[in-house]
């Protein structure tokens, strides 16, 4: 099994190798969407809606917000203080990101509520309507 390989969400070049692809089981993605522009979210399900094959998971950890409410007072606290140091970082709220990741054939297959009001989002890739025939 080949180890982790680091991919930068926001590049274009964000590709891999068919060998590596054809071997690829599963994305993870852990802490990045609060701390990164919203166009990392446009880019991380854009690319790897092109790495993953149907039915594969992209699973996403971090903080979040839920139909534009913060989980806690910390995380309230926690996302102002990011919008302070740059105002394009911020909690994403999950509502946004499952609306998005449709767009690019994702579907929320299961969130979970993890410590330190996290969250564990699997996405699953769903097959285009030619890969359907
Ligand atoms: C808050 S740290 C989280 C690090 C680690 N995943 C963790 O949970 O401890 C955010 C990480 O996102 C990485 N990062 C920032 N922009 C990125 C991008 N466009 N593509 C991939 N990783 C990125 C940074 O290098 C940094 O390691």
């Not at 089981?25 to 092109?50: M, Y």
């Not at 149907?54 to 971090?62: E, V, W």
Request: one cysteine or more; glycine letters at 2%.
């Amino acid at each position: 099994m080949p180890g982790p390989i680091y991919l930068d969400v926001d590049s274009d070049r964000c590709n891999l190798n068919s060998s590596i692809r054809k071997e690829l089981a599963v994305i993870v993605c852990i802490n990045l969407l609060h701390v990164s522009p919203w166009r990392s979210v446009v880019s991380l399900f854009k690319n790897t809606s092109k790495l993953l094959r149907p039915n594969l998971n992209l699973i996403i950890y971090g903080p979040f917000k839920i139909h534009c409410n913060h989980t806690s007072k910390s995380n309230m606290i926690f996302d102002r203080k990011l919008r302070n140091e740059r105002p394009e970082w911020g909690l994403r709220d999950i509502d946004d990101i499952v609306t998005f990741a449709s767009s690019k054939l994702f579907i929320l297959e299961n969130s979970y509520h993890m410590p330190s009001n996290n969250f564990l989002l699997v996405f699953s890739k769903q097959k285009t309507s030619i890969e359907q025939i």
